[in-house]
């Protein structure tokens, strides 16, 4: 993108088809429900940028959330393994004695 003027309210811009497929949220220019803008055409790029917050933080959120559980779930497995080495170790006491 390359800015190349200006008027009150913002700027204009010069943008590859690429580059607006990729503003409207497509891989490519290619990609199948993507359609070349024509002029006149609004693009809501704050809307796009609120999806793309949006989901960022649900990730953010489900991977803190996954973390929690898997170590909840580690120590759980510590406490069975320490229970398991100390009736294992009793057993091993009781077949010797």
Known sequence: MEIIGEYPEGVI???SIEE????TGYSSR???GF??????DKISITYLFTRITTIEHL???GLSEAIDNLNTKVKAL???KNLFKD???KISNNETN
Do not use: D, H, Q
């Open 78 to 80: 510590n406490t069975a």
């Open 35 to 40: 359609n070349k803008p024509k002029i006149g």
């Open 30 to 32: 290619y990609s199948g």
């Open 59 to 61: 990730l953010e959120r």
């Open 13 to 15: 811009a010069k943008l």
């Open 20 to 23: 607006v497929s990729n503003l």
């Open 87 to 89: 009736l294992t170790f």
